[in-house]
């Protein structure tokens, strides 16, 4: 489980396919303190460490299955991209944001970045399938990071980002048309399911 905290910026270094896409991903993190097995949310998709180093950086390698890259924007990694990383939640840490799991539902569509204030206000498009699990007010993570809804009209949503979020994570990097991996809230997944049986 995760928090949709981002604690550290990647850099992919390296890709290669195999039947599936393995990766190799520069960090900050002190790669002595994580174990092969353990799991990190890049993106906001929770993959699985299969390797670690300290030449010529700090990396971990990645193991991606072609399930998981036909459901996410990760076939889209290329050299040099920049993604957003989170340790798995231990008992006891904070929880900044909200509970996310790293399980990505779909693919939002960025249809608009634009300053507003201080901030950036970007609004997305959700699949058809998911638009019924986001409400204002409510939570989503959108390529890992937890954020808060501003407003909802049909499967189009807005997000506003303060310049801290822009500054930690690669949503200063944002433009119209990305894709990004969104996971929805889980709490909200639950009470749809529970008003079926009405």
């Given at each position: ?73 990760l076939g889209g990694w290329v ?26 539902d779909g693919l939002a569509e ?88 009405d």
């Amino acid at each position: 489980m995760f928090t949709g905290i981002v604690t550290d910026m990647g850099r992919i270094v390296e890709t290669k396919v195999t039947g599936d896409l393995r990766a190799r991903i520069a960090t900050h993190y002190d790669v002595a303190a994580i174990d092969i097995g353990a799991s990190i949310a890049c993106d906001g998709v929770c993959l699985t460490v299969v390797a670690l180093g300290t030449e010529p950086e700090n990396w971990f390698d990645v193991e991606i299955s072609a399930e998981t890259v036909s459901k996410t924007n990760l076939g889209g990694w290329v050299l040099g991209k920049r993604v957003n990383l989170e340790r798995a939640l231990k008992v006891g840490d904070e929880l900044g944001g909200h509970i996310v799991s790293g399980h990505v539902d779909g693919l939002a569509e960025v249809i608009s970045v634009r300053p507003e204030g201080g901030s950036v206000r970007v609004r997305f498009r959700a699949p058809e399938a998911l638009a019924r699990f986001i409400a204002p007010k409510g939570s989503v993570a959108l390529n890992g990071t937890s954020l808060t809804v501003n407003e909802v009209e049909g499967r189009d949503f807005g997000v506003n980002f303060i310049p801290h979020t822009q500054s930690v994570t690669t949503w200063g990097e944002v433009v119209a048309g990305d894709r990004v991996n969104l996971e929805v809230d889980t709490m909200a997944r639950y009470v749809a399911r529970l008003r079926e049986w009405d």
